[in-house]
């Protein structure tokens, strides 16, 4: 079940793929049909997880599917609905993919501003989203955990990411006045952590403050890296300033595994029509082909999309178009394919 495009590097690159749930079937379809246009070989498996999978065999992520993951050189992912704490939150924890790349970045002119270009870098494996939860008479808690090897190494892979992709400086969102010793902790590990990169300016905003900034002078950030719930919010609030959702890849990365993902979800409400944009999904397979160091195809993706978003003749409802996922996917492949 594999699909050859190409010539590339000369590798094969073993990809399972997940397409999900929803419109994460549709997008992934798109996505694919794009990858098919380029010069990068893939073997890809398809492997279940989700919902549907949910509802057909009692379990959202089959340890078949964890495995292929663990076996596969990256992994496409789709969306997920309700299920998600169970297959996405669960792959990222099974893998220690502890980094959660969002980048956000203007295209054509649908976002409020024409020149945004920031990444956030998210904790993916502590916060509240660990998942320790407990009713308790009164109602429930949730534990919060934060530490210092955690928030050393994702803070470390901010600023080498910064250097790495020519950028200036990482900015560190917390809410330390409050969470004195949670984010106390995150706050003085971003400072030490800081001091082995002065080449790279430092900064550090509290979560309402930076909320309020990304609306008003989104302009002045670069690379901001916090903890999993902040940047979950915050990156949403980035698609809202670009432009939506459908604009908005990620990349979940360990020492050893990559998934890439749209930061949409499942979007019930117009599965099944085939008015998704696909943008997201692609963009994620840029940040695919960046992990495995095939630059070159991932620019001129990139560049094959932005053409096609600019133009906006064949783009979907949300970009001000009327055409259908796959047709915008088709353009964005015979631009590529011009290139």
Known sequence: MGCCCGTGSGSTYKITVIPGDGIGKEVMEAALRVLDASNVDFDYTFADAGDEQLEKTGVALPQETLDMVKKSQACLFGAVGESAADVIVKLRRELDLYVNLRPVHSYGKKGRFGDVDFVIVRENTEGLYSGHEEYTD??????????????????????????????????????????????????????????????????????????????????????????????????????????????????????????????????????????????????????????????????????????????????????????????????????????
């Open 138 to 339: 009164e109602g429930a808690t949730a534990l919060r955990i934060t530490t210092r090897a955690a928030t050393r190494r994702i803070c470390e892979f901010a600023f080498n990411y910064a250097k790495k992709t020519g950028r200036s400086k990482v900015t560190a969102v917390h809410k330390a006045n409050v969470l004195k010793k949670t984010d106390g902790v995150f706050k003085e590990v971003f400072y030490q952590t800081a001091e082995n990169h002065k080449d790279i300016e430092s900064n550090d905003f509290y979560v309402d403050a930076t909320a309020m900034y990304l609306v008003t002078m989104p302009q002045n950030f670069d690379v901001i890296v916090t903890s999993n719930l902040f940047g979950d919010i915050l990156s949403d609030e980035g698609a809202g300033i670009v432009g939506g959702l459908g604009l908005l890849p990620s990349a979940n990365i360990g020492d050893d595994n990559g998934i890439f993902e749209p930061v949409h979800g499942s979007a019930p409400n117009i599965a099944g029509k085939g008015i998704a944009n696909p943008s997201a999904m692609i963009l994620s397979t840029v940040l695919m082909l960046e992990y495995l160091g095939e630059q070159d195809e991932a620019r001129k993706i990139e560049k094959a999309l932005i053409d096609t978003i600019d133009e906006g003749k064949v783009v979907t409802s949300d970009l001000g178009g009327s055409s259908s996922t796959m047709e915008m996917a088709e353009e964005v492949a015979r631009k590529l394919g011009e290139l």
